[in-house]
């Protein structure tokens, strides 16, 4: 399995910025990985219906990065910014 490169995560994440492609291409995943994490994104009952297990790993850290860039997206504050007043 190779590890995701620029143009991979541009054609998977054609939503992301240059950070977020760093943060996702800094996990070490691979492409499937990185599917795995869209199909935990898109629709978790099908996959947990299936039995398999919760993401972890690399998967986990994709969810988290790809969750934060839909929240931005829909004008919510990602978890991993500070709150304001803080």
């Known amino acids: 399995m190779t590890r995701l490169s620029r143009d991979d995560v541009v054609k998977a994440v054609d939503r992301a910025d240059d950070v977020t492609i760093a943060q996702i291409i800094g996990t070490g995943a691979t492409a499937e990985e990185l599917a795995e994490a ?30 934060d860039l839909e929240e931005e997206e829909d004008g919510v504050e990602p978890r991993s910014a500070p709150a304001a007043g803080n």
């Open 38 to 67: 869209q199909a935990w994104l898109a629709n978790d009952e099908p996959m947990i219906n299936d039995l398999r297990p919760l993401a972890q790993g690399r998967v986990r850290e994709l969810v988290d990065i790809l969750s």
